[in-house]
């Protein structure tokens, strides 16, 4: 008669001895029962396992789809608005998005990127566009199909985290200018966040939007906060100018 087995004897003998010696049947039911239960608990872990490397790849493939030569060539310790910066990175994903503003040269696409890879990160969805891009697509899908325009469109308007970079920088058609403010009215409409950055005052933006009665101004405005770079970095609440827009 074979004597019986422990499951820590069990588990220590080699996978093929184990077969051989026909040691399975030696363990108690309890035992086999245990053992059954730490099978499933490893395939548990290993799933886990599974799962979070293929996350952390999809996330390493999003962040890539993102400008690098912004977001990786950079020592942010000689970011020129520090301050800022860290306010920036404090933002967290509500219906109040941000509005970047400042002169060139102060990082304001740098932080937005940093951000925008963080994000990503914490499982984020977001669609992140320059805005000549944009607009260059806009009118190219406006051209082509306006069925597809408006697949695009929507799919501007219902992702969970939109970021349009170097706002103003593109071509004012009145097309373009059109599908924008649509796509900032639905966004503060359902309450889905907006952050953009500029390098034009209220009064700028406002032209170069096309936006005579300032609808998109004033939108843009309650959809967002303001961040300013400056290099003096003056960090008062609310949007710069606001009260010059009409």
């Not at 800022?84 to 941000?98: C, N, P, Q, R, T």
Request: proline letters at 5%; one cysteine or more.
């Amino acid at each position: 008669m074979t004597s019986p087995l422990s499951l820590a004897e069990y588990e220590a003998m080699p996978v093929g001895e184990r077969h051989k010696s026909n040691a399975f049947q030696r363990l108690t039911q309890e035992d086999r029962n245990r053992f059954f239960e730490q099978e499933e608990e490893r395939r548990e872990a290993r799933r886990a396992e599974d799962m979070e490397r293929y996350r952390r790849e999809e996330c390493q493939r999003e962040v890539n789809k993102l400008p690098q030569e912004l977001l990786t060539t950079f020592d942010l310790s000689q970011h020129p608005c520090s301050s800022a910066h860290a306010e920036v990175m404090a933002w967290v994903v509500g219906k109040i998005g941000m509005m970047l503003v400042g002169s060139t040269g102060m990082g304001k696409s740098r932080s937005l990127l940093q951000l925008l890879s963080k994000l990503i990160w914490q499982d984020v969805q977001i669609i992140y566009w320059p805005a000549p891009r944009v607009a260059d697509k806009i009118s190219a899908l406006a051209f082509e199909s306006s069925g597809e325009l408006d697949k695009f469109i929507h799919r501007l308007e219902s992702c969970p985290v939109l970021a349009i970079d170097d706002l103003g920088a593109h071509r004012p058609t009145e097309r373009v200018c059109q599908e924008l403010h649509r796509v900032i009215d639905t966004r503060y409409s359902e309450g889905r966040p907006l952050l953009v950055s500029s390098n034009c005052t209220p009064a700028q933006l406002q032209k170069r939007l096309l936006d005579e009665h300032g609808r998109t101004i004033r939108r843009l405005q309650d959809v967002t906060k303001a961040v300013h770079f400056a290099k003096s970095e003056p960090h008062a609440s609310g949007h710069p100018g606001k009260e010059a827009a009409p």
